[in-house]
């Protein structure tokens, strides 16, 4: 296949099998209908960008049905709420500074902008329905060239372009540069966060992969990417959100001050092999090594009758669950908040995915922690909360 940034030949390096919809939690009388691709992961040499073979069709994964809402968590409000005061202060100065967001969700950022000339783009229609709600201007649509064009012409130009676990689930990326640079202001920024490559490497959180993250960045393929669309990178920032982050800054206006910290990321991300095939190599046995450790554990606590409850019903579970192949015999349902969720079966493997019930609960039982990115808000929460009782699984970072 071809690499989808920069046309170069590129094969995949491993296979992790038989995938459903990440998110396609699916009830048991449309179980016939469950659709299902191959999951396969490439590297591109030339352009150094990591990203999945196949995709399915983007509109099998963002539809009128989508089930995450990111306000879910209250971690990632406050981690919103700060970043709005930060933008505020250092990039839109002015109250009539126009701010943009590709993929919005439910508002959970871009509501804290409700004062300034504001739009936010959210392809997956109830949850762009839930944006409007909390009182953000929403289009429902994919950001497109063509759609920024549009945008341009009713609009204007945009100062700050921002998108938080976005960029990597799009896999035209070129036409989406190229429609953020006509967006974009010359003295405009666009910021954008997305889980770090180096991360996924070192904790072997293989789960960050599946069908919605085409691509997993690293400042190096982000710099390559979008400096073919004269957008800059001149800043970057590690954050601790989905199990370790990266903040991209990029503008078109060439006289920029410090790329300091761009250059000492990408010193250390070659110091760290990254932009070598031999790293995904290693990888691959880390996660194969990995499935047999967490298949042997799940195998012993149920020769002893220990019951094994998933906690957090998330898209990174069903890469660990149909990679490792584990069913309800082995994690007897998962709990998750998410209403959307419940009552339904985990994609591919069929656990019954159930609102939180501690009524049943002993201390022997044990959690598989699959939203072990919110583990700080999750275990507080646990603490304080009397009828909890069993013990923690926390699948990632993986020592190998
Ligand atoms: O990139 C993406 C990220 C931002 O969100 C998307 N492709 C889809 C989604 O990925 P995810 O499903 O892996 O995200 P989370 O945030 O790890 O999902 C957490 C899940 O756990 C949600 O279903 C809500 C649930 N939850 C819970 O039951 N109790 C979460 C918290 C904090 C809780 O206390
Ligand atoms: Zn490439």
């Given amino acids: 296949m071809k690499c989808r940034v920069c046309n170069n030949e590129i094969s995949s390096f491993m296979s992790f099998g038989k995938m459903p919809i990440a998110n396609g939690f699916i009830k048991k009388k449309d179980l016939k209908k469950e659709y299902f691709y191959n999951l396969e992961t490439c590297f591109c040499d030339n352009c150094k960008v990591f990203q999945i073979k196949k995709q399915p069709d983007p509109k099998k994964m963002f539809h009128g049905n989508y089930p995450f809402f990111s306000s879910l968590s209250k971690g990632m ?3 919103f709420n700060s970043l709005s005061a930060k933008i505020k202060k250092n990039f ?27 739009l936010g783009i959210e392809p997956s229609r109830n949850v762009a329905r839930e944006a409007s709600k909390n009182g953000v201007k929403t289009i429902s649509e994919f950001f497109s060239y063509k759609l920024s064009n549009k945008i341009l012409k009713k609009n204007g130009n945009a100062d700050l372009i921002y998108s938080a676990n976005v960029m990597c689930h ?38 960050q992969i599946y069908d919605e993250h085409v ?3 690293s400042a190096l393929s982000v710099k390559n990417i979008f ?12 954050l601790q959100t989905h199990g370790g982050s990266m903040r991209y800054y990029l503008r078109k206006e060439k006289k920029i001050k410090n790329y300091y910290n761009v250059n000492k990321i990408i010193i250390s991300e070659r110091k760290r092999k990254l932009h070598l095939m031999q790293t995904y190599i290693q990888f691959k046995k880390n996660c194969e090594n990995f499935k047999k450790n967490f298949k042997n554990f799940l195998l012993q606590n149920k ?20 990679y490792c192949n584990i069913n309800k015999d082995l994690i007897s349902q998962i709990f998750d908040i998410t209403k959307l969720k419940q009552n339904k079966l985990s994609p591919g493997t069929h656990i019954p995915i159930n609102n939180f ?20 808000e999750i275990l507080n929460k646990e603490l304080k909360n009397k009828k909890f009782r069993g013990k923690w699984y926390i699948p990632f970072p993986y020592n190998k």
Avoid at 231 to 237: A, S
Avoid at 360 to 371: E, P, Q
């Fill in 77 to 79: 409000v406050k981690h």
């Fill in 92 to 118: 839109l100065k002015k109250s009539d500074s126009f701010i943009i967001e590709l993929g919005c969700n439910d508002g959970i950022f871009l509501k804290n902008f409700k004062d300034y000339k504001h």
């Fill in 170 to 207: 799009i896999p035209n990326i070129n036409d989406v540069a190229k429609g953020i640079s006509n967006l974009l202001k010359y003295r405009g920024v666009l910021i954008f966060e997305d889980p770090y490559l180096g991360d996924v490497i070192d904790k072997t959180s293989f789960d």
């Fill in 215 to 217: 691509f997993l960045f």
């Fill in 227 to 238: 400096s073919k669309f004269n957008l800059n990178l001149f800043k970057v920032e590690r």
């Fill in 303 to 322: 020769s002893k009758n220990i019951n094994v409850i998933g906690y957090g019903a998330t898209s990174k579970s069903t890469t660990i669950l149909n």
């Fill in 357 to 376: 019930d501690y009524n049943l609960n002993t201390k022997k039982d044990y959690y598989v922690l699959f939203a072990w990115n919110h583990k700080k």
